[in-house]
């Protein structure tokens, strides 16, 4: 809320009293606007423009900031000199309600409310949030003037600070039906700010070790994170408004203002999905690891499908995450915890990375995805060594990314038996999928150049002349490739549900992205032009969302896979992918509404436009691929 001139505005929520609205006006919504960092929503409120800004600063290669687990939100005002703003918060930041326990902290013109459930069970989650830590809010700076704190009942809060402008009890005790609020003063020379966050002191639990937050190592204690935290915010702000700059021009020379649009919306997304972590027993840093919430992906933790498509804003913008988070996954199978041929797919149930059964007969690997999974690995592995030069890193895990990834694909990655993959990981598994033997060759390459055994390269290139050259995995007319392929060990064959023969499918073969992306001709150049010109014989009919599917039978696209088969495409055919991506993001029916950033979408059938299948997952990373092309590694620098 607002006060203008003594007269108090509601800005956003609902500040109503239980027999009605008290006597407060609607301030008008002038606009909204989103940026790499930001969100904005410019209102109006009697004489005074009123301005909201969002923001999440974005700083991978300052681990110690970008750990810490808080936002600010800034308000500022013009057009009067009479301007108060009022932000309130309750239990519902917690994740549940109930049993909830209110701590005050001030000290120096700084304030804090911590909001935390009494006897909540460590490492709890529901509907993808946290339930064990602490909600955190807090306003004020050293030489902060008129800011006020108070809790207690949130129709008795609101209505007294809208009749009075003022509040009273900073530190009663919470009750159900409480909030916690800030007051303060906003004029055209000192805006409002304050900080959100949910802090976990322990954020992950590694095989049976606690992980804290990196932060940790600098910051003992909440309070005087968040005080750094508030301190930083003119230098912070300073350097988001240099990055998004960077992040805009190159999004917009490599690809258009559509894609501008992609990216902008992609990176919160992709970060926001990672906890960056330490031992809490030893804080040390040098043991730094990153690991990734899988979100709508049945809840897991450093699934290695997740991690992978990823890569490109890792590639562009901090290329050390390739090593923090692959190395949870190698120390976990150097730990001999994993026995199975093959990369492991994941690391369990977030926020547990104890790891699953790694038993041939158990049931949970009728989820894994082998060759998904072990050339995931290699292609990692390789882009962070490549990009920083660290070959004793690359020593260290050769052996044990041999035995457990490049060996099973030189056996495995061309004639392939059943395989579940990210394609077809919800309809079931299917023989001699042709992304899977692309990737196989191209991450066998590469694992020969990582390693110095060129025997594994040679091997790579084998398969893309197979798959490629003579024809394995292309139509007759070597039109384009085909979904899946004949060997000399099988017949392929595609289930019903996916519609299709072999030598009449398709499939958007991103996975030559890699390859182009390090120089390494793998495959040959024809190989990407056949699949840009197929591509744009493929485009739906559909009036909602047109564009063209993952593989030949799907009524649906996704929209990493799109943008990555995009990004080694003809100018032409990249314009048209990019605008199906855009269309998708611009659609609004019932079904999108208040849906974060989704992975695949329907393209087709009574539902077309709406999300399909995954949402709010830190996969959209991949879309920094056009980029990541036109730029090279370690392009922007935030």
């Not at 000199?81 to 930041?93: A, G, P």
């Not at 003119?234 to 960077?246: E, I, M, R, V, Y």
């Not at 394995?472 to 007319?477: E, H, P, R, S």
């Not at 993001?585 to 695949?600: I, K």
Request: charged share 10%; proline share 5%.
């Amino acid at each position: 809320m607002a006060r203008v001139d003594g007269k108090p505005y509601t800005l956003m929520g609902m500040p109503f009293t239980p027999k009605g609205a008290f006597p407060a006006n609607l301030a008008t919504t002038l606009g909204s606007q989103y940026t790499v960092t930001r969100t904005f929503f410019n209102m109006l409120a009697g004489n005074a423009t009123i301005l909201l800004d969002f923001f999440t600063p974005i700083t991978p290669n300052d681990l110690v900031k970008q750990s810490m687990p808080f936002s600010y939100l800034t308000v500022s005002a013009s057009g009067s000199s009479n301007v108060q703003v009022y932000v309130d918060f309750d239990d519902t930041w917690t994740g549940q309600t109930g049993s909830t326990v209110s701590q005050f902290s001030s000290s120096n013109g700084y304030s804090m409310y911590e909001l935390s459930v009494q006897g909540a069970p460590t490492y709890a989650v529901k509907d993808d949030q946290a339930l064990w830590g602490s909600a955190v809010f807090a306003a004020g700076n050293a030489s902060a003037t008129g800011v006020q704190a108070g809790n207690g009942n949130m129709y008795a809060m609101r209505s007294a600070w809208a009749t009075n402008g003022s509040l009273s009890g900073g530190n009663n005790k919470y009750q159900t039906g409480d909030v916690v609020a800030f007051a303060s003063p906003v004029t055209t020379a000192s805006n409002a700010t304050f900080i959100i966050g949910y802090v976990r002191d322990e954020v992950v639990n590694y095989m049976g070790q606690p992980q804290t937050g990196y932060y940790r190592s600098v910051f003992s204690d909440t309070f005087s994170a968040v005080q750094a935290y508030i301190n930083g915010y003119s230098n912070t702000s300073t350097a988001a408004q240099l990055t998004q700059g960077f992040i805009a021009n190159n999004s917009i020379s490599s690809a258009g203002t559509e894609y501008s649009t992609i990216t902008k919306l992609a990176t919160r997304q992709a970060y926001g999905g990672c906890d960056i972590t330490i031992p809490k027993d030893t804080l040390d840093t040098n043991s730094t690891m990153i690991f990734v919430d899988g979100m709508s992906s049945a809840g897991s933790i450093q699934s290695t499908d997740v991690v992978y498509p990823i890569f490109p804003i890792w590639y562009v913008m901090s290329p050390e995450w390739f090593k923090y988070t692959l190395e949870p996954l190698l120390q976990y199978i150097q730990a001999g915890k994993w026995s199975l041929p093959y990369f492991v797919q994941s690391l369990g149930t977030y926020p547990n990375a104890v790891g699953t059964s790694n038993s041939s007969s158990s049931s949970s690997t009728s989820s894994n995805q082998p060759i998904e999974n072990s050339g995931d690995a290699l292609i990692l592995a390789y882009a962070y060594t490549n990009i920083t030069g660290d070959t004793a890193w690359a020593q260290k895990y050769t052996p044990l990314l041999q035995k457990y990834a490049a060996d099973y694909l030189v056996t495995n990655g061309l004639n392939q038996g059943s395989q579940l993959s990210s394609d077809v990981a919800t309809t079931g598994p299917v023989i001699n999928q042709t992304n899977l033997a692309i990737k196989s060759a191209i991450a066998l390459n590469m694992f020969g150049k990582m390693s110095g055994n060129t025997n594994y390269s040679t091997i790579g290139q084998s398969f893309a002349k197979q798959l490629y050259t003579n024809g394995l995995a292309t139509d007759a007319n070597k039109s384009h490739f085909t979904f899946t392929y004949g060997s000399s060990n099988s017949s392929a064959s595609i289930p019903a549900a996916l519609g299709a023969t072999p030598s009449s499918s398709y499939v958007q073969t991103y996975d030559l992205l890699p390859d182009s992306l390090f120089n390494l001709s793998t495959f040959p150049a024809d190989a990407l032009t056949m699949q840009s010109n197929f591509y744009a014989t493929q485009f739906s009919n559909s009036t909602v969302t047109p564009g063209v599917p993952l593989y030949s039978g799907a009524d649906f696209g996704d929209t990493t896979a799109t943008i990555w088969a995009a990004a080694i495409a003809s100018n032409t055919t990249r314009t048209v992918l990019v605008q199906e991506i855009q269309n998708f993001l611009n659609q609004t029916s019932r079904e999108n509404e208040g849906v974060p950033y989704a992975d695949r979408w329907k393209i087709s059938g009574p539902d077309a436009g709406a999300w399909f299948e995954n949402k709010a997952r830190p996969t959209v990373g991949g879309h920094y691929a056009i980029m990541a092309h036109f730029y090279g590694p370690g392009s922007i620098t935030p």
